[in-house]
C-alpha cells in the first residue's frame, strides 16, 4: 500500500484495477474469496474487491480445507485467464485514510494487531517506530475466529466488543500492521451488524512512518 493520502491512493487503485483485470474479473461477477482455511488473507482480497467496486463478494468459511472435508468438488488443472478491464469505482465508505484516522475523534479506532504489538513491545522490522494510534482500543483479530477456520457465533463475538468498548452505535475503523488482519476484524464486524465500519489500509506500516504523527506505547 503506497499510503492513504491522494496520490497514495490513486496508485493503490490503478495497481488493483492491473491486478483484478489480470485475473479477468470485471467487477460485474459474483466472487468467493478463500484461502486454505479461513482468516487475513482472504479477507483482505475481499475487503480489496468490495472497495475496486464489486458488490457481490462472499468469504469460504472453512477455507479450501473445509471444502475438501466436504467432499466438494476439486480440480488441479492451471486455468488462464484472459485479460479484462476493470473499472475501479472507489467505495470511499470502506476505506479509512490517516487524515481521517487522525481527525475523527468521536471514531472508535480498534486495534486487531498482537497484545505486544499494541503495548509496542513488539513490532515489524520495517516498523520506523512502535506502539500504537493515540485512543486505540485493543481486540485481537484472533478473538474473532473459532480454530482459524470460521468466524465464532455472533454473540461470542458481541460480547469480546462489548468488553473492548465497541458501540455498534459509533463509526469503528480496524487496523493492524497492513490492513490484511484488519480486513478480517472488518468483516466479523459487519457480520454483526455494525453499519459504519472502515479499514484503515495504511496502518501501524503508514502511521509508524509519519514522524510527525503521535503514537501511544
Known amino acids: ?30 466472487t468467493v474469496v478463500y484461502e486454505s482455511r479461513f482468516g487475513m488473507r482472504a479477507a483482505r482480497v475481499a475487503w480489496m474487491l468490495e472497495y475496486a467496486g464489486s458488490r457481490r463478494v462472499y468469504l469460504l ?17 492451471i486455468v488462464k485467464h484472459d485479460f479484462r478491464t476493470f473499472h475501479i469505482k472507489p467505495a470511499s465508505d470502506l ?25 509496542g513491545k513488539e513490532g515489524r522490522e520495517c516498523d520506523t517506530r512502535r506502539g500504537r494510534i493515540p485512543r486505540a482500543r485493543w481486540l485481537e483479530w484472533t478473538d474473532f475466529l473459532r480454530n482459524g477456520q470460521r468466524f465464532k457465533p455472533l454473540s461470542e463475538m458481541s460480547r469480546a466488543l462489548e468488553r ?27 457480520s454483526l451488524g455494525y453499519g459504519n465500519v472502515k479499514n484503515y489500509i495504511g496502518s ?14
Open 95 to 119: 476505506l479509512a485514510t490517516m487524515d481521517q484516522v487522525r481527525s475523527g475523534r468521536s471514531t472508535v479506532i480498534l486495534d486487531v494487531r498482537s497484545e505486544g504489538e499494541f503495548i
Open 164 to 190: 473492548a468498548g465497541v458501540s455498534r452505535r459509533s463509526e469503528v475503523v480496524t487496523y493492524c500492521h497492513r490492513g490484511a488482519r484488519a480486513a478480517a476484524a472488518f468483516y466479523a464486524l459487519r
Open 1 to 30: 500500500m503506497p499510503g492513504t493520502d491522494p496520490k497514495g491512493l490513486q496508485k493503490f487503485q490503478d495497481e488493483l484495477a492491473v491486478q483484478l483485470g489480470s485475473l479477468g474479473l470485471s467487477g460485474r461477477e459474483t
Open 61 to 77: 468459511e472453512g477455507g479450501f480445507q473445509g471444502w475438501r472435508k466436504s467432499r466438494y468438488p476439486t480440480e488441479k488443472r
Open 204 to 217: 501501524w506500516h503508514e502511521w509508524s512512518a509519519r514522524k510527525h504523527l503521535p503514537i501511544e506505547r
